[in-house]
């Protein structure tokens, strides 16, 4: 697991962003699979100035979604489906076709849950999986107690989750306590994983991500087991590290190394 520490979440963004454009330099028909909630919308805004001002082209890029709401068609305001065109493919070059959610209206959400295991599959795999992590480690809505070998699959929100998420919803609006989502081995199947923390609130979360036990307690501690996860945090996520200046003279070095190496 590679840690780094940027100061504002703005640069996690931006970190985010140049590690996708390096992806999709590299290989333009990428496979990604992406993240919804607060945290991702500011790496979207910047995907999207790239693809308006630079030309860069997602035309050949497919997509994946790690979860969705069981209960909600795509057209719902509060659906991931709606999230992701509103926030990113409405505003970029992809094809609609090209783009995959979990479906919240399945009318057997188990069936549904191996066809996208299969439709990943089909696609090649993952080449590079962006993650947020809820307050308790949460990755997609792999919820502690998760099985760390899981793959896509109906879950119980727990009542933390559902009441980080209720400001989205109406007080008279139904709120789902279900959802689909990528098992935490369908994450791990992924070539590259990038997880992006921000803000204070998730300062504990990013201590037993990167210090802790590999736990079920905490889905996101998996990826210390991933051979290519990179694991981004501003300085108010990274407030709870015991190690925090080793992550950040481990980067420098990585950054000197690269410097002389690009020289010579």
């Not at 899981?150 to 959802?179: C, G, M, W």
């Not at 300062?203 to 210390?224: K, N, R, W």
């Given at each position: 697991m590679r840690v780094v520490i940027v100061e504002t979440a703005q640069d996690a963004a931006a970190y985010g962003r140049d590690l996708f454009l390096a992806q999709l330099k590299y290989k333009p028909a990428s496979v990604l699979g992406l993240a919804t909630g607060s945290t991702p919308v500011a790496l979207y805004q910047a995907l999207i100035e790239a693809h308006q001002t630079q030309g860069v082209s997602f035309a050949e890029v497919t997509t994946f979604n790690l979860d969705e709401y069981l209960g909600l068609t795509g057209d719902h305001p509060q659906s991931y489906r709606y999230f992701m065109q509103e926030n990113l493919f409405n505003h970029i070059d992809i094809a609609l076709s090209n783009t995959h959610v979990p479906d919240g209206s399945a009318a057997n959400a188990d069936v549904a849950c191996a066809e996208y295991e299969q439709q990943i599959v089909d696609a090649?795999?993952?080449?590079?999986?962006?993650?947020?992590?809820?307050?308790?480690?949460?990755?997609?809505?792999?919820?502690?107690?998760?099985?760390?070998?899981?793959?896509?699959?109906?879950?119980?929100?727990?009542?933390?989750?559902?009441?980080?998420?209720?400001?989205?919803?109406?007080?008279?609006?139904?709120?789902?306590?279900?959802?689909?989502?990528?098992?935490?081995?369908?994450?791990?199947?992924?070539?590259?994983?990038?997880?992006?923390?921000?803000?204070?609130?998730?300062?504990?979360?990013?201590?037993?991500?990167?210090?802790?036990?590999?736990?079920?307690?905490?889905?996101?501690?998996?990826?210390?087991?991933?051979?290519?996860?990179?694991?981004?945090?501003?300085?108010?996520?990274?407030a709870k590290l015991a190690n925090a200046e080793f992550y950040r003279f481990v980067e420098t070095q990585r950054v000197k190394l690269a410097t002389q190496s690009v020289a010579a």
């Open positions: 090649g795999g993952i080449d590079l999986q962006l993650l947020g992590v809820g307050r308790n480690g949460h990755i997609g809505f792999n919820e502690p107690s998760s099985s760390l070998v899981s793959r896509t699959r109906v879950k119980t929100l727990t009542q933390e989750t559902i009441a980080d998420n209720a400001r989205f919803f109406a007080a008279d609006e139904y709120q789902p306590t279900l959802s689909l989502t990528m098992g935490i081995g369908t994450i791990m199947d992924a070539r590259r994983v990038l997880l992006i923390a921000t803000g204070e609130s998730k300062a504990e979360a990013m201590q037993a991500t990167v210090e802790g036990p590999v736990s079920a307690t905490c889905p996101a501690s998996i990826l210390q087991m991933h051979a290519n996860a990179i694991v981004v945090m501003d300085e108010a996520a990274a």
